[in-house]
T-cell receptor
Framework: DTAVSQTPKYLVTQMGNDKSIKCEQN?????MYWYKQDSKKFLKIMFS???????INETVPNRFSPKSPDKAHLNLHINSLELGDSAVYFC???????????????FGPGTRLTVL | QQQVKQSPQSLIVQKGGISIINCAYE??????FPWYQQFPGKGPALLIA?????SEKKEGRFTISFNKSAKQFSLHIMDSQPGDSATYFC?????????????FGTGTRLTIIP
């Protein structure tokens, strides 16, 4: 009964390739997020979606395109991968502020992306 | 710019001792301050959180102290155990539609030695 799941867990690819990371939550949350954790473990928000609508885009290069087919899924597609994209990417979800419920963000296990 | 500053970067504490991690923030609009715990190879998990209307919150061995005027908050782990060895992140956010993203501190690697 995984709450927030991500696939794949590891992704190794060549520079210039296009890749996708999938995220699913079974918590009934309305809001989903993508965070990037760099080699120094610094965590930074990339995107946030609420009910399939983009609400936060933190000046991420447009090579990164999130897609939310429904409110339980938020996928991350990355075009023309660069060496600097190597990091661990975390998906998270929460009820969202409009729900009046807990503000806790629940994180997935992460996807370690290595660009060679 | 780094909106949430965290210290120390690493901390070694003897088993049974008190671990203290400090954070300072700049944006006075922040109104939610969680602490996350991350084990190697895992995602961050919420440990404890506080709102600025209280100065302290305690859950078991974990306590957040909050000083609104100084714009500082800290995590205290009492009776620290080897199982507490992990990386700890403070964070801050503004609870309001469109502003609920977490701004994280830089993390503290805590090691509890027997």
């Amino acid at each position: 009964d995984t709450a927030v799941s991500q696939t794949p867990k590891y992704l190794v690819t060549q520079m210039g390739n296009d890749k996708s990371i999938k995220c699913e939550q079974n918590l009934g949350h309305d809001t989903m997020y993508w965070y990037k954790q760099d080699s120094k473990k610094f965590l930074k928000i990339m995107f946030s979606y609420n009910n399939k609508e983009l609400i936060i885009n933190e000046t991420v290069p447009n090579r990164f395109s999130p897609k939310s087919p429904d409110k339980a899924h938020l996928n991350l597609h990355i075009n023309s991968l660069e060496l600097g994209d190597s990091a661990v990417y975390f998906c998270a979800s929460s009820h969202g502020p409009a729900s009046g419920k807990s503000d806790t963000q629940y994180f997935g296990p992460g996807t370690r992306l290595t660009v060679l | 710019q780094q909106q949430v500053k965290q210290s120390p970067q690493s901390l070694i504490v003897q088993k049974g001792g008190i671990s203290i991690i400090n954070c300072a923030y700049e944006n006075t609009a922040f109104d939610y301050f969680p602490w996350y715990q991350q084990f190697p190879g895992k995602g961050p998990a919420l440990l404890i959180a506080i709102r600025p209307d209280v100065s302290e919150k305690k859950e078991g061995r974990f306590t957040i102290s909050f000083n609104k005027s100084a714009k500082q908050f800290s995590l205290h782990i009492m009776d620290s155990q080897p199982g507490d060895s992990a990386t700890y992140f403070c964070a801050a956010s503004m609870l309001g539609f469109g502003n609920e993203k977490l701004t994280f501190g830089t993390g503290t690697r805590l090691t509890i030695i027997p």
